[in-house]
């Protein structure tokens, strides 16, 4: 019996081992940057090709391009509400699919919205970022 605890602990410690290993190979990886091909365009060119890329999934006709800086931040504004959980899967494949097509420095982001909360605009509460 007490190999057996022995065992299963040892087992325990080897994968906190094994999952540590993996969470610092991660934190140490090198981010993919931007292409020259990438920053050479100009901001215009460089939301025309996300555009192309988009146009074809309905899943992101609600998606426009706000900004393509030169770093590979990539800024979309949607026009309706998405859940969080269907919006968070969306982003990452969108993300997904700009690296494997367009440029692997590419990093998606979404605009921020003002707060929609009803009950708080009807107190007055007012909530808005640092600077306004």
Do not use: C, H
């Not at 091909?37 to 060119?45: R, Y």
């Not at 959980?85 to 969108?94: A, D, E, P, V, Y």
């Amino acid at each position: 019996m007490k190999s057996l605890i022995n065992n299963g602990i040892n087992e325990k410690i080897n994968i906190t081992i094994i999952i540590i290993y993996i969470m610092k190979n991660f934190a140490y990886a090198q981010t993919p940057k931007t292409t020259d091909q990438w920053t050479k365009l100009s901001e215009n060119l460089r939301k025309k090709k996300i555009i192309d890329e988009i146009s074809n999934n309905d899943e992101l006709k609600e998606f426009e391009v706000s900004q393509a800086s030169k770093d590979g931040q990539i800024v979309f504004k949607i026009s309706k509400s998405i859940s969080s959980n269907t919006r968070g899967l969306l982003l990452l494949s969108l993300e997904e699919q700009l690296k494997n097509n367009i440029d692997q420095g590419l990093t998606v982001w979404l605009e921020p919205v003002g707060d929609r909360s009803k009950l708080r605009n009807l107190r007055g509460v007012k909530i808005t970022s640092e600077g306004n």
